[in-house]
């Protein structure tokens, strides 16, 4: 059987019909990213990305992580590439560890 994936175990992400949805979206210009439909601007970091990202090149990025809550809608999503996407993602695991020790820390003291 087909595990099944529902709003409580993927932060919300949704079936096909959805990812497809939500990557429609940030390509329009509504979605506020520049988009013009077919091509949108990585909205990781405008100043050191300039990469376009079309809706087969586009990664979702949750603006707040997964990990801490953030869910798959419209107010925690953009567009970013797959490079920004991965960095990141390294750089959210940084801040998670550092945030972590400083608790450590402060539990210690
Ligand atoms: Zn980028």
């Known amino acids: 059987m087909k595990k099944s994936t529902n709003a409580n175990g993927d932060g919300g992400r949704g079936n096909a019909r959805d990812r ?7 390509l ?11 091509k949108v601007q990585c909205a990781a970091a ?20 997964g990990c801490l809550g953030g869910r798959y809608v419209r107010t925690n999503i953009r567009p970013t590439c797959f ?14 560890r550092a945030i972590r020790q400083d608790l450590r820390e402060l539990v210690a003291a």
């Open 46 to 65: 405008m100043d050191r990305c300039e990469g376009l990202v079309s809706y087969e090149t586009m990664n979702v990025d949750r603006i707040v992580p």
């Open 83 to 96: 490079t920004c996407n991965n960095d990141l993602s390294h750089e959210q695991k940084r801040e998670l």
């Open 28 to 38: 329009s210009p509504e979605a506020g990213f520049g988009g013009n439909g077919e």
């Open 20 to 26: 497809a949805a939500r990557r429609m979206w940030l």
